[in-house]
C-alpha cells in the first residue's frame, strides 16, 4: 500500500488533466467538426480503458453471479439517472444545464477514483500507471464535457465550477479508495469492477457517440474513436 503523499501526487494527476481540458475547450471553442473528434476520441479511450484494463480482470475470476449483480446495478443506475434527471422529449431542444450527462459523468468520474484507488492499494506500479492511462482519458473527457456545457448555452463561469466540481470529486474518489479498499475480497472487487464496466459502456454508447454523431460524420471523425482506443493499448504496462 502506498503512503498518503504519494498516492496525493499520482492521484492529482487526472483531475487535473480532466480540469486542463476543460479549461482548453473553454478558451478556445471547437467548431462542430472538432467537437466530434473529441468527442469520438474520448469515447475511444474509455472503450479501451473498459476492453485493456477492466474486462480482462473481470473474466480472470468470471463469477456469474457477482458479475451480474455489479453488472446489472451499473445498467440500472444509468437507466434511472437517465428516466428521472433527463428532460421530457418535447423539452430536449431547449437550452438549460444538461444535468443528466454531468450525473453520468460524475459516476463514471468516480469508478476512475476508484479503478486508481484499487491500483495504488496494490501497489505503487499499478497506480501510477493507471493514473496516467486515466490522465489521458480525463483531458479528453473535460474537453468533451466543456463542449458539452457549452453546447448547453451554460455560461462560462458555472463551466468553471462544474469541471472544478468534477475534478474534485476524482481527486476525492481516488484518495477514499485507495485506503478503504486495502484488503477488498475479490468477491466485492468483481462486482465493483462489473459495475464499473456497465457505467462506462453507457457513457460511451448513450452519452458520448450520441453527442459526437449529432454533426456530419466524415472518416477522419470515426478514425478519432479507433485512435483514442489504440493510444491507451499502446501504453507501457496496457
Do not use: C, W
Request: charged letters at 10%; proline letters at 3%; hydrophobic letters at 55%.
Amino acid at each position: 500500500m502506498e503512503n498518503y503523499s504519494n498516492v496525493l501526487m499520482y492521484g492529482a494527476i487526472a483531475p487535473i488533466a480532466l480540469l486542463l481540458g476543460g479549461i482548453v475547450s473553454i478558451l478556445k471553442k471547437p467548431n462542430a467538426q472538432v467537437r466530434s473528434a473529441i468527442l469520438h476520441f474520448a469515447a475511444g479511450v474509455i472503450f479501451s480503458v473498459v476492453s485493456v484494463k477492466l474486462l480482462p480482470d473481470i473474466m480472470a475470476r468470471h463469477n456469474v453471479l457477482e458479475i451480474a449483480t455489479g453488472f446489472g446495478a451499473g445498467v440500472l443506475l444509468m437507466l434511472g439517472i437517465r428516466y428521472f434527471l433527463e428532460p421530457k422529449k418535447e423539452k430536449r431542444n431547449e437550452p438549460g444545464f444538461p444535468t443528466a450527462f454531468i450525473v453520468v459523468i460524475a459516476v463514471d468520474l468516480i469508478i476512475d477514483g476508484v479503478l486508481m484507488g484499487i491500483g495504488f492499494a496494490t501497489s505503487r506500479e499499478t497506480g501510477t500507471f493507471l493514473a496516467i492511462a486515466i490522465s489521458i482519458e480525463l483531458l479528453s473527457l473535460g474537453m468533451a464535457t466543456s463542449i458539452t456545457l457549452a453546447g448547453s448555452n451554460v455560461n462560462r463561469t458555472q463551466t468553471i465550477l462544474t469541471i472544478l466540481g468534477l475534478s474534485a470529486l476524482v481527486l476525492g474518489s481516488t484518495l477514499l479508495s485507495a485506503f478503504s479498499l486495502v484488503g477488498i475480497s475479490a468477491g466485492y472487487l468483481e462486482i465493483i469492477l462489473a459495475f464499473g464496466l456497465a457505467a462506462l459502456l453507457f457513457l460511451v454508447t448513450e452519452e458520448l457517440l450520441v453527442e459526437a454523431h449529432q454533426s456530419r460524420q466524415n472518416p477522419m471523425l470515426t478514425a478519432a474513436f479507433f485512435g483514442g482506443f489504440l493510444l491507451f493499448m499502446l501504453l507501457p504496462g496496457g
